[in-house]
């Protein structure tokens, strides 16, 4: 073949293949610069290209009685909102998934996530007008827990119903709820389920570990709030941990267990680890509700499967990785609760003289000195890893003013790896990811958590921030911040 002869062959393949790619590729350029032309090629069919990936991909959360504001269960139902549905596939919001580009691969994110070649399918679609050509596809049914063959099945059913509730103005009622798994010996929870008595209004949940000696401590904040359970926001509002050891050793072995939203499956923790629940422990089960849906009652399960002790399992331990908070008012703002020390001052009053000492003890952990507090928007707190650590799952936590939050290891050396990077958070996608392949740190390596917090949220009114202008410190409030990093590693 002559060169000519010999580049005319590649272009004829790299043609071929093109036009055996023709709709994906042309839906992509599409999908890329917005308005050039899908071209000639034929739109997706909807039945046979586009309502398989609806109902993998959305209808496990927008189904009838759902969470979701509007099921996409019925073709017509797809069809009348296409031009949404671009609007949201394009921008990325739906379906939702707020780790960014750095993120690592996380278990299971294929069945959460559109490729792109189905990402470029629905906008291809919906751009040739959104047609329909036969039925949608129905939603896989959710499978049983598993349970494997020295686990036991716990169902942690709440004891009455919950009429989730808020002030006036407010959409989101945060609650706390004690469940007792009755073990009568030493167990390891190895994975953790939520069931939603109403699929409308549970919009995430979060598990906690209740050690023996704060039991009465639940009990009593369980009793001091009326209805069922009590009303929590940032965490449990039980102290931290036990009293033994110190107050690193507390960080590093939290009462965290599991962490669920709606279209998460099983939340199964990585094979041959468990989170050890000592006999007599409890769990707190922390449901926050979506008001915009309604207020029917609620009564939740949690399904944990556990093995023995006996089982051997690796312990999965949770280390938190707080950093300060010091935010300032927005120079617009005016208010007697601009003042650092008069916000002190109020979360003394409202949390107990303990809730004042958070800040400085951050400032402290993650400075090495309180005596000179700098209000910034962006947060980082370093930690050594002290024993081998294989990091297995990571998660962030802050409340309505936290715009990104990042957790890496080594930052600023060669061997830097981000664990978890969410460039937009959004409390009300919150979430713990675990790590398709598991990390390991050395004694010596680093941990850093790095929160950036916007008040301007609170200037645009953002959805649920509360208006009043103040200078925001750690704390467990709606108008309080955390910034706070989640592992869940084994150790040795
Ligand atoms: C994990 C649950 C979940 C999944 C999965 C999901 N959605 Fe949603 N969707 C929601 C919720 C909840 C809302 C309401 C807005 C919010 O809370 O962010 C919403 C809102 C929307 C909206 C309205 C957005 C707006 O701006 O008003 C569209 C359109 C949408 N989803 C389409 C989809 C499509 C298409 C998919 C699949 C590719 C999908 N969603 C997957 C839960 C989900």
Redesign the pocket.
Known sequence: MTPDMRSAVRIAIVVAAVLALAIPLAAIAGARDGDTSAGDAAPPSFTRDVAP??AD??A???QTG?????P?ETAGQISS?AA??A???KSG????WPPGRRSPEYVGQAT?T?SVQQRAT?LAWAKAGGKVDGPARRAPAAKPPEVRADETLLDLRMPTAYKPSAPKGVTDDYRCFLLDPKQSGDVSVTSARIEPGQARVV?HVILFRVAPAQIAEARALDGSDSGLGWSCFGGTGLAAGDDAGSFVDSLNDASWVSAW????GGNRLPDGTGVPLARGSQIVMQVHY?LLNGRAPDRSRALLTVAPASAGLTPLKTMLLPGPVELACAPAERGRLCSRNEALFDLSRKYGSGAAFVPAGLLILCRGTASTPVPKATSTCDRRITAPTTIHIAAGHMHLLGSAIRLELNPGTPRAKVLLDIPRW?F??QNAYALERAVNAAPGDVVRITCRHDVHKRMHGAHGVPKTPRYILWGEGTTDEMCLGILQVTRG
């Open positions: 990936i609806v991909k959305c496990g959360c927008h759902g969470i979701a504001p509007f996409l909102k949404l549905i609007t949201a596939v919001v739906m379906p939702p959460r559109l629905i919009h939203a709606p279209g998460w979506n959004d009300h996608w």
